[in-house]
């Protein structure tokens, strides 16, 4: 099949020959044909040499790399790439029977970037950021049902992530299977997902170690789990043998999944309460009643022009939360939106801290977990930011 060619201006193939996935626009001098959004590209250095493989799309980032040697995009090559992915996660002991939920594919960590899977139990779920990767889908679904031969439902979840503009009338669905919901078991305990109404692909994978950590502080502890979703943090404080843990969150209907979620793990422990509210309301409104604090927040800058309003919420946020914790308290204190670097994020956390006038000390900086790992050479994947931190 041919591929279209693009052609980089003079000295701007430095960054593919460090392995950079991405070919910003600016950087072409000539594009060979009328790609459309979505199709595959080779793309040459000013000098005539070839430098990757990968699809084009409209916008400042004009290339997402898939292959910096020649090769062609097809079932060999997805199968290649999942069966990779598949035996990382395996190696890091998730594919197991106690724990049946994880990232198997994580954009460019993985080397496919614009693509998200996710793992529930039997079912995956696909999310695709760009129009290459939708085109791709049933090539992606193929191979996992190859690579993963326990899988029996493959549902596409694409409608809120993929490009807007490019007009592609997508309707999520089921690739393979039907099962309408299902329970999945992240360290021995139980949830429901949600793929097709949750947000996301159905729930948070990426703070599963640091779910782990927060059982570890919570025994005796009253804990307060801000922006729940499905409740993951509230149910291992529970198993931590907390004294009490109360889930907020605006949504009602993740108060209603966090209740079932609770409920699946513990019937009937009056240890725990739920509340359908906005969080700084709460956060002004509440006693000193908490001496554990959880503040896992929506991104809240998902593009660069609104950072400055997004670090002035963190902050806002975290003042909060260290006016009313108890002395001797721990705050669980997190960002996921990938705009806001670790040192924006540890500064708002500074200020707030310095406007509460506690004295305030870190005890863990926590990221994401192994199965959404960081391309070396491509930074931008760290995106979730935390801190614990221990306030008198």
Avoid at 128 to 151: E, F, L, N, W, Y
Avoid at 252 to 258: F, R
Avoid at 341 to 365: C, D, P, T, Y
């Amino acid at each position: 099949m041919n591929r279209f060619k693009i052609f980089l201006k003079p000295k701007k193939e430095e960054s593919i020959l460090r392995f950079h996935p991405w070919v910003f626009s600016g950087a072409i001098q000539k594009i060979e044909g009328n790609p459309e959004e979505g199709d595959l590209v080779d793309v040459y250095g000013a000098n005539n040499t070839f430098l990757a493989v990968g699809h084009y799309q409209i916008g400042s980032i004009a290339v997402r790399i898939l292959s910096f040697v020649p090769c062609e995009i097809d079932d060999l090559f997805w199968l290649d790439k999942i069966r990779i992915a598949y035996q990382l996660r395996c190696s890091l002991k998730l594919c197991r029977p106690e724990n049946n939920t994880y990232r198997l594919i994580h954009g460019e960590g993985d080397s496919l970037p614009g693509l998200i899977v996710d793992i529930y139990a039997n079912t995956a779920v696909i999310q695709a950021h760009s129009v290459g990767m939708h085109h791709a889908r049933h090539d992606v679904a193929r191979a996992i049902q190859k690579t993963i031969p326990d899988i029996k439902n493959i549902y596409y979840k694409s409608d809120t992530t993929l490009p807007f503009k490019a007009n592609l009338n997508n309707e999520d669905g089921y690739l393979f299977g039907g099962k309408e919901i299902g329970t999945a078991i992240e360290n021995g305990l139980t949830f429901n997902v949600d793929w097709i109404k949750g947000q996301k692909t159905g729930f948070f994978v990426d703070q599963r170690e640091n779910r782990s950590l927060l059982e570890h502080y919570s025994a005796g502890r009253s804990v307060l789990n801000m922006f729940c979703y499905t409740g993951g943090f509230s149910f291992y404080a529970m198993r931590g043998n907390a004294r009490l843990v109360h889930s907020v969150d605006s949504s009602a209907k993740a108060i209603a999944l966090t209740k079932q979620n609770v409920e699946l793990n513990f019937p009937s422990d009056p240890r725990h309460e739920a509340y359908a509210e906005d969080a700084f309301k709460f956060l002004g409104n509440m006693g000193d009643n908490y001496d554990l604090i959880i503040l896992d927040p929506p991104a809240f800058a998902k593009h660069k022009n609104v950072l400055r309003n997004a670090l002035q919420g963190y902050r806002k946020l975290n003042a909060l939360a260290f006016e009313k914790i108890k002395p001797g308290g721990i705050l669980f204190t997190f960002s996921c939106s990938q705009v806001v670097s670790k040192e924006n994020f540890r500064l708002a956390v500074f200020s707030a801290a310095a406007q509460s006038g506690r004295n305030v000390r870190i005890l863990h900086q926590l990221t994401q977990p192994a199965d959404h790992p960081i391309n070396i050479y491509h930074p931008e994947g760290e995106y979730l930011k935390g801190l614990v931190l221990y306030i008198e």
